[in-house]
């Protein structure tokens, strides 16, 4: 075998496995093709929220309201002109714990809990490590505070639509039925940069 033919070979390997590396690091449908770092690097550490949007519908008794904020820096707007200041802090340490700190319209709390990558999900499509679940297990606001034993209203699944060293977008939609034929759905969206 030639030189040159050699060094072909060699190039169409290296490009035949750098394939196969793109596509196994992709998770989420926007995910960077490759990334020297493992998703647990790039997810862990502080984010700030930047932008997002949240879109509520509620049906009863034949009644349907649809309401949606949308987040922007420390702003939030609804979709009925309101307008109040909102920021969001999400911290992810690679213990499995996390910390949310938020400033609602002058209200600040903070939320923590443990987290942990998802494992894949046949029924909802999901790869494995392509959802988040957090799970709180205490609130605390000035003058107040309250802590869950054991799995609070079975937590929060936050689906990574894409991780990067500096950006997280996380999307979604869920729904719940009541009784006497409530129903309530939102989809979300929320885009955070690690600080």
């Not at 034949?62 to 009925?80: D, E, L, P, Q």
């Not at 923590?112 to 046949?122: L, N, Q």
């Not at 490590?129 to 929060?156: C, H, I, R, W």
Request: proline share 1%.
């Amino acid at each position: 075998m030639s030189k040159k033919i050699f060094y072909f070979a060699f190039v169409a390997i290296a490009i035949a496995g750098m394939s196969t590396m793109t596509t196994s690091c992709k998770k989420g449908e926007n995910d960077p093709g490759l990334s020297l770092k493992s998703r647990m690097a790039r997810i862990t550490g502080e984010w700030e929220l930047t932008e997002g949007t949240n879109t509520n519908t509620n049906a009863s008794g034949g009644v349907s309201f649809t309401s949606t904020t949308t987040y922007n820096g420390s702003t939030a707007t609804t979709s009925t002109g309101g307008s109040f200041q909102y920021t969001e802090t999400l911290t992810m340490e690679k213990d499995g714990t996390y910390e949310v700190a938020i400033m609602d319209d002058g209200d600040s709390y903070t939320i923590t809990g443990v987290w942990f990558f998802a494992g894949k999900i046949k029924d909802l499509d999901l790869k494995n490590k392509e959802a988040v679940m957090f799970t709180p297990q205490t609130y605390s606001e000035v003058g107040y505070s309250e802590t869950y034993n054991g799995l609070y209203g079975g937590g929060d699944i936050m689906i990574i639509d894409q991780l990067k060293n500096k950006e997280i977008i996380f999307k979604g939609a869920y729904s719940y039925s009541g009784g006497g034929g409530s129903t309530s759905s939102s989809t979300y969206d929320r885009t955070f940069e690690k600080q």
